[in-house]
């Protein structure tokens, strides 16, 4: 089988913009770089579209290449590599090496869909979910929620990290099948709550909640994330490009949260939502 590897160099902040074009466009996986992305589709899908919708964005230059099924598959697991995070080492299973003493092996395979675990916003919400853990007592009862789990990476190292009770959810049905791989690649199958769906099919009563995903679904989901947490719950966000976080902090305030704490990085921001305040 070919594939056709678009190369696109695109400006600061059009990174989501041009990936979500791209998966429905009907490209089958995505790698991102520093100021580019490479998207493959499969050969029977019509890409003149996607041509023709790229050259029409100001500041965005693309090649277009074909490969075959090996060179693909070899260029896509090439970016896939060890890295060590909050007290993890987080490594694909096709190339695993020995924590160091006090860290915790997390396999992943990031499917073919979805990125390494490495982007700066999932290493924010790690920072802020290690933090947490290591400050608070009673972890071991403590219920979390990974909403929109993608691979399960925060899901397993909130395990991990000794959270009792974790549950993630995720609309997207090709999230929830890598999910469940990752959770039998770290023998957690059973110990990890993963369901279709949001935050409806959730349930309630939970310390925390982690929601790395798109400002239009946080701003949407923030009144049913604060309605899911316990009294002094926490939510954890990102996926912000900087710029957009204080809407997201307003509809927070509006539902009774307050900003606790904030990181950004490389453009994106993370932060940490609550307690709930009291209402008067």
């Given at each position: 089988?070919?594939?056709?590897?678009?190369?696109?160099?695109?400006?600061?902040?059009?990174?989501?913009?041009?990936?979500?074009?791209?998966?429905?466009?009907?490209?089958?996986?995505?790698?991102?770089?520093?100021?580019?992305?490479?998207a493959?589709?499969?050969?029977?899908?019509?890409?003149?579209?996607?041509?023709?919708?790229?050259?029409?964005?100001?500041?965005?230059?693309?090649?277009?290449?074909?490969?075959?099924?090996?060179?693909?598959?070899?260029?896509?697991?090439?970016?896939?590599?060890?890295?060590?995070?909050?007290?993890?080492?987080?490594?694909p299973?096709?190339?695993?090496?020995?924590?160091?003493?006090?860290?915790?092996l997390?396999?992943?395979?990031?499917?073919?869909?979805?990125?390494?675990?490495?982007?700066?916003?999932?290493?924010?919400?790690?920072?802020?979910?290690?933090?947490?853990?290591?400050?608070r007592?009673?972890?071991?009862?403590?219920?979390?929620?990974?909403?929109?789990?993608?691979?399960?990476?925060?899901?397993?190292?909130?395990?991990?990290?000794?959270?009792?009770?974790?549950?993630?959810?995720?609309?997207?049905?090709?999230?929830?099948?890598?999910?469940?791989?990752?959770?039998?690649?770290?023998?957690?199958?059973g110990?990890?709550?993963?369901?279709?769906?949001?935050?409806?099919?959730?349930?309630?009563?939970?310390?925390?909640?982690?929601?790395?995903?798109?400002?239009?679904?946080?701003?949407?989901?923030?009144?049913?994330?604060?309605?899911?947490?316990?009294?002094?719950?926490?939510?954890?966000?990102?996926?912000?490009?900087?710029?957009?976080?204080?809407?997201?902090?307003?509809?927070?305030?509006?539902?009774?949260?307050?900003?606790?704490?904030?990181?950004?990085?490389?453009?994106?921001?993370?932060?940490?939502?609550?307690?709930?305040?009291a209402?008067?």
């Amino acid at each position: 089988m070919k594939w056709r590897e678009f190369t696109v160099w695109f400006p600061e902040g059009f990174r989501e913009s041009i990936t979500g074009m791209l998966f429905d466009a009907g490209c089958i996986g995505t790698q991102d770089e520093d100021g580019l992305v490479r998207a493959y589709f499969d050969e029977s899908v019509p890409v003149q579209g996607v041509v023709d919708s790229l050259s029409g964005i100001q500041g965005v230059t693309f090649e277009v290449s074909d490969m075959d099924d090996q060179d693909w598959y070899a260029s896509w697991k090439e970016q896939f590599g060890p890295m060590r995070a909050s007290g993890l080492l987080i490594c694909p299973p096709w190339n695993v090496v020995d924590p160091a003493p006090g860290e915790k092996l997390l396999m992943l395979d990031p499917g073919q869909a979805f990125g390494a675990g490495d982007h700066v916003t999932t290493m924010m919400v790690l920072g802020m979910l290690h933090d947490w853990a290591q400050g608070r007592d009673g972890l071991a009862e403590a219920r979390l929620l990974d909403l929109g789990t993608g691979t399960g990476i925060l899901a397993i190292a909130a395990h991990m990290y000794g959270v009792g009770d974790v549950t993630a959810v995720d609309n997207v049905v090709p999230a929830i099948e890598t999910a469940g791989r990752n959770l039998s690649l770290n023998g957690l199958v059973g110990s990890i709550k993963m369901l279709p769906g949001s935050i409806g099919e959730a349930g309630k009563g939970y310390d925390i909640i982690l929601a790395n995903i798109f400002q239009e679904v946080l701003l949407d989901l923030m009144p049913d994330m604060v309605a899911a947490l316990k009294p002094g719950g926490v939510v954890i966000v990102s996926g912000l490009l900087e710029g957009q976080e204080d809407a997201v902090f307003a509809a927070a305030e509006k539902a009774g949260l307050r900003l606790a704490s904030k990181k950004s990085d490389c453009g994106w921001v993370s932060a940490s939502l609550g307690p709930l305040v009291a209402k008067q």
